[in-house]
């Protein structure tokens, strides 16, 4: 069962309320030698999570409202040089607070209301003792310049940073992919995913011939003596720190409308390198029917005013907001090759990734430990697509697909406050587990009507966690979820559902019963018997029924392990 690993330290030294100049970087010191000696016992976290993963005084002080970041590119160097202001508002009285840079950038200046305020660092932390006390609710701005040389995805984007290469026509290609590694990899902010600014602006200087896109909608390109060119891009809605992005390269843009159900225009824009434009003008012709798919499962696109985008990269594909990267080589399904073993004709990076506009970058989770959130739900996105293109069957077929290849030996769900997360089941494994979900619902216009609230309404641009999301579920489908969500989320293995049989003169006496971790589990099993399908409810004491003739456990509609047992004498066979 995932916990909240400093618990009782954690609740003796992270709610410290700064009441004076001289007290306050005593205080601080306490909280990190509390929160240190706790991190010692903790097995393979490191100090450094603490810092990034735990919501200390010194960061719920304050919610950052708005980042306007600027940066130059050193192709030469694979090198960085930026300013970046952030605009907060005060949660608390306060005079100090914390942001996130990799300690291998350096920190040129810090300035706050034209002074300059001590500032410390510890790991990846930067430690600001402002020049004054800020008063809660009062909105303020710092400015940090930095530069460096930000760390080298060694395997984008699972162990990201940046990528420095060349395209086909050797002209610089460079992008970034942060995704758990983090965003203060590159730039100065709070790195955590509770708090999302309502919105940014992203400005980035390349040399002359070269494109840079980022996150929105571009807002003008300007000049310079040197013949350098900054691109000036707009985010308009809340955004996570990972799905900030930049991709700089020989970019040629392609633009294309998407009609909305409501009569409204989407943009759609694209951007490919140099000489794929009339194989990408072709491939990216699936959007329209996806997003038609996804618009009516799971409501609006989410980001309109941004539009939607296709940015190509040299790594195989990430989910950045309205300018999500693309890989996968113009290819039908992952590289070439279908998963499901259907021969399906669509692109699983564009399928997927698209997802995640509304899975992770509209609902998002607050700690990365709660990422199962996002690539649960956007796995099973694959599979409203697959349903909503191809039918039900297919569809079935293609969520097991992959049952095999999880391997149920850590939890989807990670620990909270450490910066990390779950186990990589949660794709596939989260996948079956909302597959399972549907079928206990057992009733497919309230299943839809959950899904599409969840992102269209009750979710929508919101920071959530597990208990909000089980307790949503529990609540609108009005049945006692929350057992189900605690074995499948919390805990490494799934059900087992333990039979035997007996038989008797007019069929087969199937007995059952659950066996879980989650206390005062229940689910529903489907049995078809000669041709007809039966729905048994029962939890963890035996249950029978009786059944004639030959009979199987419908697995495809419940993930569950299936184990025959043999009876011991005590037990009653009636």
């Not at 300690?103 to 300059?116: A, K, L, P």
Request: glycine content about 6%; proline content about 4%; overall charge negative.
């Amino acid at each position: 069962m995932a916990s909240k690993i400093y618990a009782s330290p954690h609740h003796l030294c992270s709610d410290m309320k700064i009441v004076s100049d001289s007290y306050q970087r005593w205080a601080l010191q306490i909280w990190l030698w509390c929160m240190s000696a706790v991190t010692l016992n903790a097995q393979e976290l490191t100090w450094g999570d603490t810092l990034r993963g735990t919501l200390s005084s010194v960061r719920t002080c304050f919610d950052v409202t708005h980042y306007d970041l600027g940066m130059s590119i050193n192709l030469p160097e694979k090198s960085i040089q930026g300013r970046c202001t952030i605009t907060f508002k005060a949660t608390t009285e306060f005079k100090l607070m914390q942001l996130d840079l990799f300690e291998n950038i350096r920190v040129d200046s810090i300035r706050f209301e034209g002074r300059q305020p001590e500032y410390w660092r510890e790991y990846n932390a930067i430690f600001i003792e402002l020049p004054r006390i800020v008063k809660q609710g009062e909105h303020a701005s710092i400015v940090l310049d930095y530069a460096g040389v930000p760390v080298e995805a060694v395997n984008p984007p699972w162990d990201g940073g940046f990528t420095w290469t060349f395209d086909r026509n050797e002209k610089p290609w460079v992008a970034v992919s942060c995704q758990g590694i983090g965003a203060s990899l590159w730039w100065p902010c709070k790195d955590h995913q509770s708090d999302e600014p309502d919105s940014m602006d992203i400005h980035c200087k390349v040399p002359r011939g070269l494109v840079c896109v980022a996150n929105g909608q571009e807002r003008g390109v300007t000049k310079d003596p040197e013949g350098n060119e900054t691109y000036h891009w707009h985010v308009s809605y809340p955004i996570n720190n990972y799905n900030v992005s930049i991709n700089v390269g020989d970019y040629i843009h392609l633009h294309d409308v998407y009609a909305q159900q409501d009569g409204d225009s989407l943009a759609l824009d694209y951007y490919v390198m140099r000489g794929n434009e009339e194989k990408a003008a072709k491939h990216f012709q699936q959007v329209k029917p996806m997003l038609r798919c996804y618009e009516h499962f799971l409501g609006e696109y989410p980001f309109p005013a941004d539009g939607y985008a296709l940015v190509e990269t040299p790594y195989l594909g990430m989910e950045h907001q309205s300018a999500i990267a693309y890989g996968n080589r113009y290819k039908a399904g992952y590289l070439g090759s279908d998963r499901s073993g259907q021969n399906l004709d669509f692109d699983y990076i564009i399928i997927h990734e698209t997802g995640h506009e509304w899975w992770g970058n509209s609902v998002t989770a607050g700690d990365i430990a709660d990422m199962w959130i996002h690539e649960s739900f956007c796995t099973y996105s694959e599979a409203i697509y697959v349903e909503c293109l191809y039918g039900y069957d297919t569809a079935m077929t293609y969520v097991n697909a992959l049952k095999k290849s999880v391997v149920n030996r850590t939890a989807i769900m990670g620990p909270y406050g450490v910066n990390r997360e779950g186990h990589y089941d949660m794709y596939v494994k989260g996948m079956l587990f909302l597959n399972t979900l549907r079928h206990i619902v057992n009733n497919d216009d309230l299943w839809w009507n959950i899904i599409k609230s969840m992102t269209d309404t009750v979710f929508h641009h919101r920071i959530t966690d597990y208990e909000e999301v089980a307790n949503y579920f529990q609540r609108q489908s009005q049945l006692d979820l929350k057992p189900v969500f605690e074995q499948y989320v919390k805990h490494p293995r799934i059900p087992i559902l333990e039979y035997y049989t007996s038989k008797r003169r007019k069929g087969t006496l199937v007995h059952m019963r659950w066996v879980t971790d989650a206390k005062n589990f229940h689910m529903p099993v489907s049995i078809v018997n000669e041709g007809l399908r039966k729905r048994i409810e029962f939890g963890t004491e035996w249950t029978k029924v009786n059944l004639r003739g030959h009979f199987e456990f419908d697995q495809q509609t419940a993930y569950y392990s299936l184990k025959k047992i043999r009876p011991k004498r005590r037990w009653s066979i009636e």
